[in-house]
């Protein structure tokens, strides 16, 4: 413990340095997720690298030194964070029902003091209106999020704890009608407990509530600021465009701007889908920036080519090819459906002869013939005067020729 | 200049109105220009212009046209208000939000264009549809194909279904989403300019009056025409 005071912390680090030269880093103190309460001693003593059993102990045992070990063990609790991860924390103790329990043995001698009458009757109902509503506020709020336990068991416990406190409260009231305690007050505890217990799920409920009005509020803006965007800034690019002519470099930059922009906006902060489509939209994008070029990829159908397949990778052979020797316009069409997937790819450029295309030069007859011909598909590239389209076809095994 | 299309602009952008109105060819008088709902359907009445180049979002509008939409699609307002004049609208957007365009399509748009479009295309596209003929871009012709199941191998077996298209409409439609001309598209099935047309509109027809649920639908999931 004298470790963990700011003070002491640089001197105990020096001096372990003094005496080994490499001190192994301390892990951080954290609470695991996985618990037996809290996981404070756990996490204390992985932190410290001592036993947990030792630690447990320190903490009993300072506990009964008039409650440092309470009170120290609640500081931990408060500043101590959770170690990182994904599932919820839970803890293995089935702590709510202990102290249900604690409750229901101390409505025993308190019974007795109502019909005969004796010291310490305050402190039994301060401690079991204690005990009582502690087992309640956990459930609402720690065990309800716990997987092991859930929302019933919650339920349970807190009906379980009210039952205690109405009896607890129905002693006070016969101990005061009888005389037998001063202090009638002592009836506001048990109903205070009672109103604590009740309330406490109204805690979880709220949370719930500013959760969501939160996430609505963010949903709010961000379509606010798109309607805006979409006014303002997109029609400016779209003029820009229009005045700068297809393939200036203004209005390619304006192009690729818009894209970004309109994908933003529409597409949100759903991770983009890496199919064939998606992708070569990505790829076109990218093209446009370093060539005087402007491509339209137009999809239909619903394609399951993934974009690491073949398909994609000659496709992009294919736009690549038309944005570096054709530029201009190019047009990308996308159609899949259940026998497979059809791409085509047009450009209208000055085109060119497949034979008279040097031997040396792989770029069409590896990467786009040669690679769909290896995948059981076809490649077809159909050059004029007006432009050149390669149609590239990838049929399904168990699928025939379609319509 | 006396006999060009006469063409009004609405949109709530002075500065996109008067770029587009510099960048209209010789063939394109614009006579009108309105900047909401209620004053585009004032010039529209008094003008009566051939094409009405009209903005999908504007101000001013009735709100959601009554499905509950979010976002003001004042466009559709303007056509629905002025569907005792005959004119011909020709849907202008800056948004590729698929229910948007439908839905002003579905109002009677003969057609589609994003802003990005140069002047050229815009005066291209508003001769044809000052023609009476439709106007489709790829990505409309991507998102019909999808939505009339033609990519599931849908086809209609009689010539006047309305929910679904028939064999050429979807030859048609595949190769305006290919990005084809319809004079491309013309040459490569064979056929005469005037019947990719007369298709064209056929499948614009069946856009407007096809109760498919897919429209919408697929409209309001993809986000993307």
């Known amino acids: 413990m004298g470790r963990m005071t700011p003070s002491a912390a640089p001197e105990a680090a020096r001096a372990g340095r003094r005496a080994r030269p490499v001190p192994p880093p301390r892990p951080p103190l954290a609470r695991p997720r996985e618990a ?150 002592l009836i506001v505890v048990p109903v205070a407990g009672l109103a604590v217990l009740l309330s406490s799920n109204l805690v979880g409920k709220w949370r719930e509530l500013s959760g969501e009005r939160d996430k609505r509020i963010r949903e709010e803006q961000r379509a606010e600021m798109a309607a805006h965007l979409h006014d303002s800034v997109l029609q400016t690019l779209a003029l820009i465009q229009n005045r700068g002519g297809a393939s200036s470099e203004v209005a390619r930059l304006a192009r690729a701007q818009e894209r970004e922009l309109r ?52 496709a992009r052979e294919a736009m690549l090819n038309a944005a570096r020797h054709a530029g201009g316009e190019v047009s990308v069409y996308i159609e899949g459906g259940a026998g497979g997937v059809d791409v085509f790819v047009r450009d209208r450029g000055a085109g060119f002869e497949l034979d008279h295309v040097p031997s040396d030069r792989l770029g069409v007859r590896q990467s786009i013939i040669g690679r769909l011909r290896r995948l059981g598909g076809t490649a077809t590239v159909t050059s004029g005067p007006t432009g050149t389209e390669v149609h590239l076809r990838s049929a399904r095994e168990e699928a025939g020729a379609r319509g | 200049m006396a006999d060009g299309i006469r063409v009004v602009i609405v949109d709530d952008h002075s500065i996109f109105r008067s770029g587009l109105r510099s960048d209209l060819d010789d063939t ?13 359907i004032a010039v529209v009445a008094e003008t009566r212009p051939d094409v009405v180049l009209l903005d999908v ?19 559709e307002d303007v056509i629905r208000a002025s569907s005792s004049v005959p004119t011909r609208f020709l849907a202008l957007s800056v948004s590729d939000a698929a229910e948007d365009v439908v839905r002003v399509i579905r109002a009677g ?16 596209a508003v001769r044809a549809v000052a023609d009476g003929d439709a106007v489709f871009s790829p990505r409309l012709a991507g998102f019909v194909l ?21 064999t050429r409409e979807q030859e048609v439609m595949r190769l305006i989403a290919r990005g084809y001309a319809y004079k491309e598209v013309a040459s490569a099935l064979f056929i005469s300019i005037k019947t990719v047309e007369t298709h064209v509109s056929a499948v614009l027809r069946k856009l407007q009056l096809s109760s498919r649920h897919e429209l919408t639908a697929w409209a309001s999931e993809r986000r993307l025409l």
Do not use: M, N
Request: charged residues 15%; glycine residues 12%; contains cysteine.
């Open chain 1, 263 to 314: 994908a933003w906006l529409y597409d949100g902060d759903q991770p983009a889908d890496s199919d064939l489509s998606t992708d070569l939209r990505d790829y076109a994008a990218a093209l446009e920036l370093d060539y005087p070029v402007r491509i339209d990829v137009v999809a239909a159908g619903t394609s399951t080519e993934r974009a690491s397949g073949e398909v994609a990778a000659a």
């Open chain 2, 28 to 40: 394109v008088v614009v006579v009108g220009e309105a900047a909401d709902v209620p004053s585009a």
């Open chain 1, 36 to 185: 037996v309460v809290a996981g404070v001693a756990e996490g204390l003593a992985r932190h410290l690298g001592a036993p947990v059993g030792v630690v447990r102990a320190l903490f009993i045992v300072l506990a009964l030194l008039g409650g440092a070990g309470i009170l120290f063990y609640a500081w931990c609790w408060a500043l101590a964070p959770r170690a990182a991860g994904e599932q919820p924390p839970t803890s293995s103790a089935p702590v709510a029902w202990i102290l249900t329990a604690c409750a229901a043995v101390g409505l025993l001698p308190l019974a007795l003091l109502s019909l005969v009458g004796g010291r310490g009757f305050v402190t039994i109902v301060a401690v079991t209106t204690l005990a009582a509503v502690a087992a309640g506020v956990w459930a609402a709020l720690i065990d309800r999020r716990d997987p092991v336990r859930g929302p019933r068991h919650a339920t349970v416990v807190r009906s379980a704890d009210a039952v205690v406190l109405v009896v607890v409260f129905a002693l006070a009231a016969l101990a005061g009608r009888d005389g037998r305690i001063a202090d009638v007050l």
């Open chain 2, 146 to 166: 999808d939505a009339f199941g033609a990519v599931a191998g849908e086809t209609a077996t009689v010539d006047d279904e309305l929910d679904r298209l028939s």
């Open chain 2, 57 to 75: 979002h504007l101000p001013g509008g009735s709100g959601g046209g009554g499905t509950g939409g979010t976002e003001a699609t004042g466009g």
């Open chain 2, 109 to 124: 748009a003969r057609g589609y264009i994003t802003k990005g479009s140069s002047g050229v295309e815009v005066s291209r």
